[in-house]
């Protein structure tokens, strides 16, 4: 139904110029051969403003002559016309021969940032307003070569600056003798359907990595056990002046790294058994200052803004305090030469799912935020920093998994975790954790 308003609409709009045109033709008498008339001026691009659309269908009916019960119908299809294009949630634009603005719905405001007044007899803002300024104008010439082109996605800027993902539908738009004299463009934004598109393909790739580590753990736990096993043998039978007893010593101690290892990987898969609890986030976190203050460099600062009356959330304490140390050991590592470590607590309620780009259903959650004022994470590795054993540290100085764990701790308290980071300035990782419920309300 909208393409066929569009083409009445565009079908108007032709008319109407040709009856202008027409309208200005001096008549001749019969018999008589008119005097030649000096040349006319030539008329103005024709441009389509405000309730343009109304006046033309005025104009065909004036031409036409009489006020008939048609002639009414005509008018509302007019106004139902114009209603249709300035209601539609798809940006409408027409330009014409030299790509200038003719007709710029409420859409294509609302999408571009720019208003009727200040677009219209102006180029259209793809044009060298793109990410691909080539790209864009490619699409305008096909579209003015006599080309129909539907559905082909490409990001441009708004007039804020900002990024927009549009889906472009392009038709010409032909005069008398079938010529091209302009073309009509539909916009519509895609943005927020590629963020989730792109949100729920890093899911799925967490998954998949989470199903692959948490089988190898299980797998390697088994072996470990053994080890450890035989290790513990052999510690307690050897006198502590054998020769073999610091060998036996270093077995154990290397499988309880290893047992550690393994820990990390189930609670990323979120296989890890824990003991979850009703805790106050302010409190775990207001006992966990003098270790911080101990595991961080002398040169960087902590900070602590708690807020002490927080809901209590359902989490198992130790699985809690060893996502904060985790996260303050990556804040120590991105401050080599000193900087402020914050860590902070308050409640902040999700209006609806998906808000923000949270994998979350609407609700209370009680928000825990620990930043710093580091080097910062690049847009190209953000994706990937939970990924098990991603690490940009030197060989040696990094598992890989501190942050793989602490998404797997959220995400087995049923929360998430969002991250924001400036190059140079810092990183801010929020955590959101589920509000339980009140008991005093229950």
């Known amino acids: 139904m909208a393409l066929l308003a569009l083409a009445v609409l565009i079908g108007g709009i032709l008319f109407y110029r040709l009856c202008r045109s027409s309208h200005t033709r001096p008549r001749s008498s019969p018999g008589r051969t008119p005097p030649a008339a000096p040349q006319p001026p030539r008329p103005e691009p024709f441009r389509l403003r405000g309730d343009d659309l109304a006046r033309a269908g005025e104009a065909l009916l004036a031409r036409l002559g009489g006020t008939t019960r048609g002639d009414d119908s005509l008018r509302m299809a007019a106004r139902t016309l114009q209603t249709i294009i300035q209601a539609s949630p798809v940006a409408v634009a027409v330009v014409d021969e030299g790509a200038r603005v003719t007709l710029w719905s409420a859409a294509a405001e609302r999408i571009f940032g720019w208003p009727p007044e200040q677009i219209q007899g102006r180029p259209l803002p793809l044009t060298g307003a793109g990410a691909e300024p080539a790209e864009t104008a490619q699409l305008l010439g096909r579209a003015f070569g006599g080309e129909t082109i539907s559905g082909v996605e490409l990001r441009c800027r708004r007039r804020d600056g900002t990024l927009v993902d549009l889906a472009l539908s392009a038709a010409p ?38 199903r692959l580590a948490g089988a190898v753990a299980h797998d390697f736990n088994n072996l470990l056990a053994a080890i450890l096993g035989f290790a513990e043998v052999l510690v307690a039978e050897l006198p502590e002046d054998h020769p073999a007893r610091h060998d036996a010593d270093e077995i154990r101690r290397v499988g309880e790294r290893g047992r550690n290892l393994v820990r990390q990987l189930l609670a990323f898969s979120r296989r890890q058994p824990v003991q979850a609890e009703l805790v106050n986030p302010s409190q775990v976190v207001a006992e966990l200052e003098p270790m911080l203050r101990r595991l961080i460099a002398a040169e960087v600062n902590l900070a602590l803004h708690l807020q002490l009356d927080v809901p209590q959330v359902m989490i198992d304490p ?50 825990l935020v620990v930043s710093d004022t580091g080097v910062g994470i690049s847009e190209e590795i953000r994706d990937r920093i939970f990924e098990p054993f991603f690490t940009t540290k030197e060989r040696g100085q990094g598992t890989g998994l501190g942050l793989s764990t602490v998404y797997g701790i959220v995400k087995q308290a049923r929360g998430d975790i969002r991250v924001s980071s400036t190059p140079g300035l810092g990183t801010s990782f929020q955590l959101y954790f589920p509000a339980a419920p009140d008991p005093a309300l229950a």
């Open 173 to 210: 738009l032909r005069g008398p003798g079938d010529r091209v004299v302009g073309a009509v463009a539909l916009f519509t934004d895609v943005t927020e359907r590629r963020r989730l598109e792109e949100q729920l393909r890093h899911a799925q790739r967490m998954e998949a990595v989470g």
């Open 318 to 367: 130790s699985q809690l305090e060893q996502a904060v140390v985790n996260l303050a050991l990556n804040a120590r590592d991105a401050m080599p030469h000193g900087g402020t470590l914050r860590v902070e607590t308050d409640v902040a309620e999700v209006r609806a799912p998906g808000e923000a780009g949270l994998d979350l259903p609407a609700g209370r959650y009680v928000r």
